[in-house]
Structures are given as C-alpha cells and as structure tokens.
C-alpha cells in the first residue's frame, strides 16, 4: 500500500515526470476496478459499443487536460461511464443521485 | 472486495466523491437487473490475473521462432494474434510494427488510452498520463532517454498513435545470444515495456 501511495504523491508532486514502474497494480483504489468492471460488463451485454465509451472516454480527458484539472485516469472513466448512461437512457441521473445519497455518512446528510 | 474486515463493525469509511458515485452506480446497476456483482468480479479478475503482457510476448516469441508466423502477423496482425487465442476488446484493429536495427517503434494514444487490452493487459499510469501521451509525439528520444533507452542517431524513431482504428504493438529485436533458447524460454524475456517501445530486450545474462 506504501507504494502505491508513494506513486500517487510522486504524480502530485511531478505533474509533468512520466511515472513508469514495471509489475506496478492496474488499479490504485478498488473503486477504480469496478468502475472498470462496469463498463466492459455493460457493453457485454450489449449495451452500447465500445467505441461509444471511447468516444466519451476521450471528451473527458481532453476536457481535463484542457483546463488543466487533476482528474485521474478511472475519474474520466467514470465519468464517462456515467454520461453514456445518461445518454442511453440506462439511467436517470436523479437515480444515481438518490443511490449515492443513500450511501453518504450519517454526519453529511446534515448540509 | 467490498467486505472490509477492518471497517464492517465500525462507522462506514468515508469515501472520496468517485468512490461514491462509482458505489451508487453499481447499486443502481444491481437493483434494476442489469448486472450481477460477480460479472463485474469476474471481469476485474480477468485483467487483473489473467489478461496481461504475457500474451503478448508469446506472440512476440512465436514469431522469431516461425518465419511464415512472422509474415502473417505483420500482414494481418488481428487474426495472426487471434490464433494464439487473444482477441476481445481493444483486441480489433491490430497492427504489429517491427523493430530492425535502422528503424525503433514506440506506441502512445495521443487522445485517451487506446491499448491492445488482450495481448498487453490494461496499460500502465504512465501511458495513460498526460506527460507520456504529448510528449513522446513531440520528442520522442528525449522521452526514450527519460526511460532508460539512448537510441543513436542512425537509428529511425517511428511514433505510432493508437486509436480506434488502429492499435498498434511493437515486434521487438531478438536478443542475440538466444539460439539455443526455446519459444516458452525466449517469451519470458519480453518485457511489456519492450513491446510499447520504450525499451529493448537484453541479451540474457548466462
């Protein structure tokens, strides 16, 4: 786990330093593999292409690297993920909204 | 993955605001029946264990040990790959690109992260960063040099920009010194970084 955390502040800290590392984990947090899971589930079954995530995938990162923000690699892919949803009709997001409510903690609910 | 030992008994960790979306997708997912929790399982664990540059290097060393394998994969990479068994997404489109000791490949996906998923696994942080996807475009020995690989000037830097169209993985030289050595025994020498580019194969020390 140090390690993986010493590579998170290496990126933070070097923006522009090309991390590499050989045998280095594909994911850094379990989020981000299910994130993964999701999308290549999703377009087994049939849902959608996967040059359509691609194509969402790509928006999102030249989004973020337009300005300049820190998004991650697996925060573009959510949010691409999310976005086809939305587009295909596979979801409200008022419904992902409810769900992730529902999974605040108790102390947040308060704002 | 979500049974954690050390959390269950106590308040639910706080979660980074991803964390929670990407937790409130799957449940949503969950509830309306279009995914079970153990297809996304099984998918994780398949690229993370299974799916990984291993692949590749089989391909890699079946094609200095087969001349006619060698020829069909450099014409139709796709179905020379799909022989072997891989093939999937991000497995389409496949082109193989050789390195000679005139001309050196490197990969890179200026617009996102298109990588050959089934021969190479998921790519590394640094393909997918910002620094490796502009910069090897624009000088590409420099950042070469950054990884360890000083190419002298005779030799032809060759950039590649995957895309969906087009996914590309680099054939690397055959190490001298490795005659004598089996396919399986040649695979274990090639590395994942030799088949982006951003290395070359050692000769076996022995």
Do not use: M
């Given at each position: 786990m140090n390690r993986i955390a010493n590579r998170i502040a290496a990126d933070i800290n070097c923006p522009a330093a090309i991390p590499r590392r050989n045998?280095?984990?594909?994911?850094?947090?379990p989020w981000e593999s299910r994130v993964f899971g999701m999308a290549v589930a999703l377009c087994e079954r049939g849902l959608y292409d996967w040059d359509e995530f691609r194509e969402r995938l790509i928006g999102e990162i030249s989004s973020a690297d337009a300005h300049g923000d820190t998004s991650t690699y697996y925060e573009c892919f959510l949010a691409a993920l999310e976005h086809l949803m939305l587009d295909k009709g596979i979801c409200l997001r008022e419904e992902i909204d409810r769900y992730a409510t529902a999974h605040l903690p108790d102390e947040d609910h308060e704002h | 993955m979500s049974d954690d030992p050390i959390n269950s008994h106590h308040h639910p960790p706080v979660l980074s605001p991803a964390a929670l979306r990407a937790k409130a997708i799957e449940a949503l997912l969950l509830e309306k029946g279009l995914l079970a929790s153990d297809a996304i399982d099984r998918i994780v664990e398949i690229y993370e264990k299974d799916v990984g540059p291993l692949n590749g290097a089989k391909v890699v060393a079946r094609a200095w040990c087969d001349p006619t394998y060698k020829r069909r994969l450099l014409k139709d990479a796709t179905a020379a790959i799909a022989e072997l068994g891989f093939g999937g997404i991000q497995g389409e489109h496949m082109t193989v690109v050789e390195n000679t000791p005139k001309v050196h490949n490197v990969v890179c996906c200026t617009l996102c992260s298109c990588y050959p998923w089934p021969v190479l696994g998921l790519p590394p942080a640094w393909y997918k960063s910002i620094a490796y996807r502009a910069r090897i475009v624009r000088e590409p020995r420099v950042v070469l040099r950054e990884f360890g690989l000083d190419l002298p000037k005779s030799v032809e830097v060759r950039v590649w920009d995957s895309s969906a169209e087009m996914r590309y993985l680099v054939l690397p030289e055959r190490p001298p010194g490795t005659a004598e050595m089996s396919e399986m025994e040649l695979a274990s020498l090639v590395t994942r970084d030799s088949m982006i580019g951003v290395a070359r194969i050692e000769a076996p020390s022995r």
């Open positions: 045998g280095e984990p594909v994911f850094r947090e | -």
